[in-house]
Structure formats: structure tokens, C-alpha cells
């Protein structure tokens, strides 16, 4: 009789488990569509473009900065007979120039406003 008690415990646990297992899957599931509507965010074919979109403007910022200061670096090599100087550091400006970009429009850190500086605690401009 005990086996009989532990079978019945077992099999009767097994299907709450389950039960549990799918509301829980029911409660998932539900809260990823209200997401996704909420954030205007899906798996249709606009979604897919929408990202496109975002990759390629940011990498055409990141690109854009790069080659600017590489442009502006040999024209002054150019210009002024510093050969590669004036490459070398223009590049590494444009790098992080178009780093700083890319931060800037992909929201991670954010653009300053003009005539508003930071105030430090003590009184100081922060200068």
C-alpha cells in the first residue's frame, strides 16, 4: 500500500508540475506580445527593417568619421609636407570621433545641451 501512496503522490506531482509549467509558459508568452506592442517591436518584416536601418545609419556615422579625419589628415600632410603626421592623428581623431557618434545616436550616452554645464556639489563649475 505504501508503493501504491508513492506512485499516486508521484503521478499527482508530475501533473501539477505540469499545470504549473504551462500556466507559467501561458504568463511568458503573454507578457512578450504585450512587450513587443508596447515597444513597437516584432517579428515581421518592418521590425527587420527597422534594425537594418539603425545598423546602417550607424555604421555610415562610424565610417564617416573615420574618413573625414583621414581626409583632413592628408590634406594637411599634403599642405603643410608632414607626411604621415597629419594621417596618422586625423585618423585616430576620426576614429574616435565616429566612436563618439555612434554612442551618441545609439542613446548610450547623451548629447550636451548647449548654455548648461555641470555643477559639482561644492559650488564649482566642474572646470
Known sequence: MAGEDDQHSKASDTGDLSDRLQQ???????????????SGRGSGPSS??????????????????I???AGLGWFLDEWLGTSPWGLIVFLLLGFAAGVVNVLRSAGLIQTPEPGKRRVNEDGGDGQ
Request: net charge positive.
Open 67 to 69: 574618413a573625414v579625419g
Open 24 to 38: 507559467l509558459k501561458g504568463k511568458i508568452a503573454a507578457q512578450r506580445a504585450s512587450e513587443e506592442k508596447r
Open 48 to 65: 527587420t527593417f527597422t534594425g537594418l536601418g539603425q545598423a546602417l545609419r550607424l555604421s555610415s556615422e562610424f565610417i564617416g568619421g
